[in-house]
């Protein structure tokens, strides 16, 4: 008798939201730093974190999608446009980042599991 079991199954994927919106965290630092290193432009490391976002919020709750989009723009703010984790407000430029990350989000949480 053969069983086959997927991680599908067994790994409660919508009630880790927690350590999705952490691996938005760090992925996101990590990516941050990685660009740095390697002198990459801003919007290649924006470009990072919202795949970040998009791929931490699919088949999640929008709250969670919400609180990823909002860690992820953090880090963009923090660490990409203004340098040293110094947080701002530039005015549209954030606005716009911020509703580029969160549309990204709530779209992906019409995707399926």
Do not use: C, K, Q
């Amino acid at each position: 008798m053969s069983v086959h079991l997927s991680v599908r199954d067994h790994v409660p994927w919508a009630e880790l939201g927690g350590v999705r919106v952490g691996v938005v965290l760090w992925g996101g630092l990590a990516a941050v730093d990685l660009g740095t290193l390697t002198h990459t432009p801003s919007y290649a490391e924006l470009g990072a974190v919202a795949l970040l976002v998009t791929a931490a919020s699919i088949g999640m709750r929008p709250t969670t999608a919400g609180a990823a989009a909002l860690v992820g723009w953090l880090v963009v703010n923090g660490f990409v446009v203004h340098r040293f984790g110094v947080l701002g407000f530039d005015g549209a430029p954030d606005l716009a980042r911020l509703a580029l990350l969160a549309a990204l989000a709530m779209t992906a949480t019409r995707a399926r599991r």
